[in-house]
């Protein structure tokens, strides 16, 4: 970019990116797939009670395809040295946050990447992630909000069968939807965890899961 104040030209580096990725599963998602599930009460919406939901037998060909999607991703972007390092999703659940109700603020613990797949969804609605690392000790308004100094960022447009994969120690949530909004937020969200081997002999790092 330019130097408002003369013609010089300052070069800006985004470093150490977050890598989010969205894509379209062709797993046909049926609704009386998911009939008949319970929830429960969660903070702002309700969550529900089977945590591992992608172990119905009929849901089988969906979890392949996702454990697909979450095994490109991964190793698009980090690239391990094991060929036979892969994730396997671990903990599998429903969210169902209606008009005027919210998501929490939080993070996945004991997980790699986690996921969000979208079963109902208003074009409105949006998921929000929050930066908690600061690159300077101050605290000022700003002129225009960027990749740099924005503290949060929010994601919306999603359809039907939309998937959305992010580190899962990048907290996130879920804002308050318009109160007349009529479609439902319905969505499938996983944890992942890791096979493979991991470190090196030599640095005192090796282990095998």
């Known amino acids: 970019m330019k130097d408002k104040n003369s013609n010089k030209v300052i070069n800006v580096y985004n470093i150490f990116p977050v890598a989010i990725s969205r894509s379209i599963v062709s797993t046909p998602l049926r609704p009386e797939d998911f ?5 429960s009460d969660n903070i702002g919406n309700r969550r529900g009670t089977n945590s591992a939901i992608l172990e119905l037998p009929h849901l089988a060909n969906l979890k392949r395809e996702l454990e697909d999607s979450i095994n490109r991703h991964f190793k698009e972007v980090y690239q391990p040295e ?3 390092m892969h994730l396997y999703i671990t903990q599998s ?8 109700e919210y998501h929490h603020q939080h993070r996945h613990s004991n997980s790699m990447l986690s996921g969000v797949l979208y ?3 208003d074009p409105q609605d949006s998921i929000k992630f929050l930066k908690e690392r600061e690159d300077l000790p101050l605290v000022f308004e700003a002129n225009t ?9 929010a994601i919306s447009g999603f359809e039907t069968g939309e998937l959305l994969l992010f580190p899962s ?3 996130h949530e879920v804002p308050v939807r318009h109160s007349k909004v009529t479609n439902p937020r319905i969505s499938l969200a996983f944890n992942t965890f890791v096979h493979g081997s991991l470190g090196s002999e030599a640095g005192l790092t090796s282990l095998n899961i």
């Open 35 to 39: 009939q008949g599930e319970q929830f």
């Open 82 to 84: 094991d060929p036979q």
């Open 93 to 100: 659940w429903l969210n169902d946050t209606a008009g005027g």
């Open 119 to 121: 079963l109902s969804v």
């Open 145 to 153: 909000f960027n990749d740099f100094n924005s503290t949060s960022m």
């Open 169 to 171: 120690t990048l907290k």
